[in-house]
């Protein structure tokens, strides 16, 4: 039977949410990949349930393009194509540049000198994926009031961190962090919407830039290897 690394569920609230709750997470952090099979029986048997609820859990990762159809019957983990890619990463640009100029318009002096103060720590120790470069964002988005907006951008933030689950490696000779987290913040302080949409389209372009590429090595190695079964078989 196919192994599934996707936890075990908490105490039963709505059970077919819970399951999209577990197999949604475990499609983010990437231990569902992209094509994995998502079978109802195999799932049923896993969380101990009936088919129903899986079967409304996996309809709610299709409608929201986590999941999609395999074959007529069973569907699978979706395989992001570059067109989504692209499209997923503009999409999170407006959101997120929105949300940092609405930030903007309510922060006072006391939340800028703590950006103002996180942006020097994260000069000092400016490693990917830090506690402080999180925070630093975090603060940046703190006082948008438009819960809507908040809403959207987080569920659109999952999309996100399952690209670069999948194919980002930070590489520290791409983009220059640094000198944009400068800008973001000055633009930030002068709340200046054009401003911050450009700065955060060139801040993200090369994060986008270095997941194509992480993709397009994986497409091509996927080729690779079905290429060299093919032989084999003929060989045969």
Known sequence: ?????????????NLSREIYEALETAIIQGRLQPGTRLAEDVLSARFGVS?????????????????????????????PTEAFIVDCFDVWV?????RLYESSLRSDADAIRGIEILLHRLEQSPAPESPVLHAFHEALRADCRNQQLQRVANDWSKYV?????LYFTYDPGQGNAQEEHRQL???????????????????????????????????????????ALLAALQEQ
Do not use: C, F, N
Not at 52 to 77: F, K, Q, Y
Not at 94 to 98: D, F, H, N, T, Y
Not at 199 to 212: E, F, G
């Open 161 to 165: 961190t399952w690209l670069r689950s």
């Open 185 to 227: 913040v000055q633009l930030y302080k002068a709340r200046d919407r054009g401003g911050l949409t450009q700065a955060l389209r060139r801040h993200i372009s090369w994060q986008r830039d270095a997941i194509l590429d992480g993709w397009r090595q994986a497409a091509k190695e996927e080729k690779d290897e079905a290429a």
């Open 51 to 79: 088919r129903s609820p899986v079967r409304e859990a996996i309809s709610e990762l299709e409608r929201v393009g986590l999941a999609e159809r395999g074959t007529m019957r069973d569907r699978r983990v979706s395989v």
């Open 94 to 98: 407006l959101l997120e540049s929105e």
């Open 1 to 13: 039977m196919l192994k599934l690394d996707i936890g075990s569920l908490p105490p039963r609230k």
